[in-house]
């Protein structure tokens, strides 16, 4: 016979040649030759083996889920926006030319009135990050006094005044806007800019 330990924890064969653990609650394996008792304790680590498997694989799936629900997000608040028509175009700027030449410096701008909505500002905010806006007034209906002017880096809307930063595309000023500016893809590669939607 073999002495026989008991415990709160689950049944584990820990030094065979010595004793079994078994669980205090269920001391039914009291004075039990070793054979027997490595087989029940064989037989219970493999329960709690499956068990820590399909508990550990269902968080890992709960996970997962909440990780897919998080991603799936974006900026709705230029979607849907009732003032804005979602227009399909494709800009490219070569910033080796004159007229474009500026938008190699940080801090410059450069403003087209021939894509977009009312036009396009782009920014160049440190030399290498760009950024690109829609000159309409986001929170405006289209019109002859929807699009915005810049000055700086401030674009204005002359029919209500709303004014936007032209790095963010948030409003300037405190007021409660209900949508940013819509921004457009851009991407350099080398001497060109180019911008799309």
């Avoid at 026989?4 to 653990?21: L, R, T, W």
């Avoid at 030759?33 to 029940?40: D, L, Q, T, W, Y």
């Avoid at 709303?162 to 819509?182: D, F, H, R, V, W």
Wanted: overall charge neutral.
């Amino acid at each position: 016979m073999i002495p026989v330990k008991f415990q709160e924890s689950p049944v584990f064969v820990v030094k065979p040649e010595n004793y079994c653990i078994i669980n205090r609650k269920n001391p039914i394996f009291t004075g039990i030759s070793f054979n027997k008792c490595k087989k029940f304790n064989d037989s219970v680590q493999l329960y709690y083996f499956s068990r820590n498997a399909n508990f550990m694989r269902k968080i890992t799936l709960l996970s997962l889920l909440v990780l897919m629900l998080f991603s799936c997000s974006g900026n709705d608040d230029y979607r849907g926006n009732p003032n804005l028509a979602d227009l399909n175009f494709s800009l490219r700027l070569n910033l080796t030319l004159p007229e474009y030449n500026q938008l190699q410096y940080a801090g410059n701008s450069y403003v087209t009135y021939n894509y977009g909505v009312k036009g396009i500002v782009i920014y160049n905010i440190n030399g290498s990050q760009f950024t690109a806006f829609e000159l309409s007034d986001p929170n405006h209906p289209a019109s002859s006094c929807s699009g915005m002017t810049v000055n700086g880096v401030i674009a204005t809307c002359s029919c209500e005044g709303n004014s936007y930063n032209i790095i963010t595309g948030e409003p300037a000023s405190e007021e409660n806007l209900q949508y940013t500016m819509k921004p457009y893809r851009i991407q350099q590669s080398g001497s060109i800019i180019e911008v799309w939607n």
